[in-house]
């Protein structure tokens, strides 16, 4: 029964990191095929094979989601760590059909406090709350901040040259930032899978708490976050690359590099489980800023606030649900 369980937490959990990758696609592309820059299969193909690499690259985002929650051990504490991963996927799901880049980060670590707080275990909520509630409010502040600082800094240094070819000098630079962020969205995405199964196989007694992350569960989050961003978040990538704002090369290129940084800063600096659409998203929106306040679709910007806000509480009461539905089965 143990075994049985544990498998469908790993599968469930690569579901996710799935649903991860398609819910996620724009986060690493839309401003490039919004400009221009990049076709969209050539986009997607760049990001599915960033996103495997980037999962290679760091293991303490994943450390970090293990000790988001302590389930116990046994039947119950994997019940608990699967009911989490219903809850977000959940969330995921919902959001993505209605075209929202809601964060699957929040969704995720919503749904662990969620079931464990229905079940009675124990959620660490120093770690929740330091690395994944301030980093939630913080992050969007300073990528909308760096994000109109950069755009101002480019529009100076750019001031006197030609427009149509500083356009082609940026549509190249966009595929680089492109990937850049693709990367980043790898390393930390991928790392939240990958620290669920760990957490899934610390609960059935399968590793200890100071083991390193099995090769083969890095390698099976990569590749199915990798799948899920090949087969696109068509939905998502229109809110980001159009319904915001309508973006030029020179912006695409500020917005993602920009939100690339806060990836890599807050991943290895600190070990930060933060969202890849919060930050890409919050780019935009002070790229667009740069233009005029009122170039911001505030109203897509306010229903976007609002996912963001719904998220975590969301993502929590659907897993505490699935666990009171689990509950009702299991002795």
């Not at 275990?121 to 600082?149: C, E, H, Q, R």
């Not at 910007?301 to 089965?329: E, M, N, Q, R």
Request: positive net charge; contains cysteine; proline residues 4%.
């Amino acid at each position: 029964m143990e075994i049985a369980i544990i498998v469908a937490v790993v599968v469930v959990a690569l579901v996710f990191d799935y649903t991860n990758g398609f819910h996620d696609a724009a986060n690493a592309i839309a401003t490039s095929v919004s400009t221009g820059a990049l076709t969209p299969r050539v986009a997607l193909a760049m990001a599915a094979v960033m996103n495997f690499v980037g999962a290679f690259l760091g293991q303490k985002v994943a450390q970090t989601v293990s000790e988001t929650i302590d389930p116990g051990t046994g039947t119950h504490g994997l019940v608990i760590v699967m009911c989490g991963l219903l809850g977000a996927i959940t969330w995921n799901l919902i959001t993505w059909y209605f075209g929202l880049p809601s964060s699957s980060s929040h969704a995720l670590i919503g749904g662990l406090v969620g079931a464990a707080v229905a079940a009675g275990a124990t959620a660490n909520w120093d770690v929740v709350i330091s690395k994944v509630v301030i980093p939630m409010f913080v992050s969007p502040v300073v990528a909308f901040s760096l994000g109109f600082a950069a755009m101002v800094g480019i529009m100076w240094a750019f001031r006197n040259a030609n427009p149509s070819k500083a356009n082609r000098g940026f549509k190249v630079a966009q595929s680089v930032s492109a990937a850049a962020m693709a990367l980043g969205h790898g390393l930390q995405d991928a790392q939240k899978t990958m620290g669920v199964i760990f957490l899934a196989l610390l609960t059935g007694g399968y590793v200890a708490a100071g083991d390193p992350l099995p090769l083969w569960v890095i390698f099976a989050a990569a590749t199915a976050i990798s799948l899920g961003t090949w087969s696109g978040g068509w939905r998502i990538m229109r809110t980001l690359g159009r319904r915001i704002i309508h973006l030029d090369p020179a912006r695409g290129f500020a917005a993602e590099s920009v939100a690339a940084s806060v990836l890599y800063t807050t991943a290895y600096a600190f070990e930060a489980p933060i969202s890849t659409t919060h930050t890409i998203t919050s780019a935009v929106m002070g790229v667009g800023a740069t233009k005029r306040l009122s170039a911001v679709r505030w109203g897509v910007a306010k229903s976007i606030l609002t996912a963001w806000v719904l998220t975590f509480p969301a993502a929590a009461l659907v897993a505490a649900v699935c666990y009171w539905i689990a509950h009702l089965f299991l002795p």
